[in-house]
């Protein structure tokens, strides 16, 4: 653990790469509670490395609270060290339906007015010299931090409501109280990998993969009123969505229902 009691990943690539492999084996469920893990050197050959590379991320494993090794009977599994259960999500929304049915809490890290940077006030199209709310904020579901939000709302909007407001309610909730029309938003989902402030955050070990989602919200002018960079901990979520079968003949295939049976959750 480091000073801010966030696991660390071990040295050298191929530790971590072992470190990261059994790590999502655990998260994944595909090693469960109580499970024994093979010995040193069958770990050590199956990833084809060195058993003090296997050591080390065993050890880094042990650190983070999710196996337990024991002289004398090898190494097993812990869930206390595991977050817990992973929430299902519709894909039509991903992330954005905990916040609406109240299964979480927030906790504001900064709050400020500045310039945007670049790549904001271009996709929020923002005239020059425009200032914006920077807030940053990790929500938590049960206890456990699930994302690290860092958003960006025009100054003019953003003086409509206070810092202990973003704090306890619903960014799009304080938009729409302070007269926003908002007409639509298109966001990207892509992954990356935990920085060490992040990584204190959302509790889990630096360099840890994660979820990256970027949304920019529109008025019904089409003026950007909100831009977000969302990160989150894919151990976490579970990403579901309903297929439907489509097609004739040989061209018959899966086709993501996105949008039915879920329209009275928007």
Same mark, same amino acid.
């Given at each position: 653990?480091?000073?801010?009691?966030?696991?660390?990943? #071990?040295?050298?690539?191929?530790?971590?790469?072992?470190?990261?492999?059994?790590?999502?084996?655990?998260?994944?469920?595909? +090693?469960?509670?109580?499970?024994?893990?093979?010995?040193?050197?069958? +770990?050590?050959?199956?990833?084809?490395?060195?058993?003090?590379?296997?050591?080390?991320? =065993?050890?880094?494993?042990?650190?983070?609270?999710?196996?337990?090794?024991?002289?004398?009977?090898?190494?097993?599994?812990?869930?206390?060290?595991? #977050?817990?259960?992973?929430?299902?999500?519709?894909?039509?929304?991903?992330?954005?339906? =905990?916040?609406?049915?109240?299964?979480?809490?927030?906790?504001?890290?900064?709050?400020?007015?500045?310039?945007?940077?670049?790549?904001?006030?271009?996709?929020?199209?923002?005239?020059?010299?425009?200032?914006?709310?920077?807030?940053?904020?990790?929500?938590?579901?049960?206890?456990?931090?699930?994302?690290?939000?860092?958003?960006?709302?025009?100054?003019?909007?953003?003086?409509?409501?206070?810092?202990?407001?973003?704090?306890?309610?619903?960014?799009?909730?304080?938009?729409?109280?302070?007269?926003?029309?908002?007409?639509?938003?298109?966001?990207?989902?892509?992954?990356? +990998?935990?920085?060490?402030?992040?990584?204190?955050?959302?509790?889990?070990?630096?360099?840890?993969?994660?979820?990256?989602?970027?949304?920019?919200?529109?008025?019904?002018?089409?003026?950007?009123?909100?831009?977000?960079?969302?990160?989150?901990?894919?151990?976490?979520?579970? +990403?579901?969505?309903?297929?439907?079968?489509?097609?004739?003949?040989?061209?018959?295939?899966?086709?993501?229902?996105?949008?039915?049976?879920?329209?009275?959750?928007?």
């Amino acid at each position: 653990m480091d000073r801010n009691g966030t696991a660390m990943l #071990p040295e050298g690539a191929k530790a971590r790469q072992v470190y990261l492999s059994l790590r999502e084996d655990i998260a994944g469920g595909r +090693l469960a509670e109580g499970d024994s893990l093979p010995g040193e050197q069958r +770990l050590a050959e199956g990833f084809g490395v060195s058993r003090v590379t296997v050591r080390r991320a =065993l050890e880094a494993l042990a650190a983070a609270g999710m196996i337990e090794r024991r002289a004398g009977s090898g190494t097993v599994v812990r869930l206390s060290g595991q #977050p817990r259960n992973a929430v299902a999500m519709d894909f039509t929304t991903l992330m954005p339906q =905990l916040v609406e049915m109240g299964q979480t809490t927030a906790r504001l890290l900064s709050f400020a007015y500045s310039a945007p940077p670049e790549f904001v006030a271009r996709a929020m199209r923002l005239p020059a010299g425009s200032k914006v709310q920077i807030a940053t904020r990790v929500r938590i579901a049960e206890g456990t931090p699930f994302s690290h939000l860092t958003t960006y709302v025009p100054e003019a909007i953003a003086r409509n409501y206070s810092e202990n407001d973003l704090a306890t309610t619903p960014l799009y909730k304080l938009l729409e109280r302070g007269g926003v029309r908002i007409e639509d938003a298109h966001q990207s989902v892509s992954a990356t +990998l935990a920085a060490p402030e992040v990584a204190a955050a959302l509790e889990v070990a630096v360099g840890s993969a994660l979820l990256s989602l970027h949304r920019i919200v529109r008025d019904v002018d089409g003026n950007g009123v909100e831009y977000l960079s969302g990160l989150y901990r894919p151990d976490m979520f579970r +990403l579901e969505m309903p297929l439907t079968r489509v097609g004739r003949g040989s061209a018959r295939h899966w086709e993501p229902a996105i949008g039915q049976h879920q329209g009275d959750r928007a």
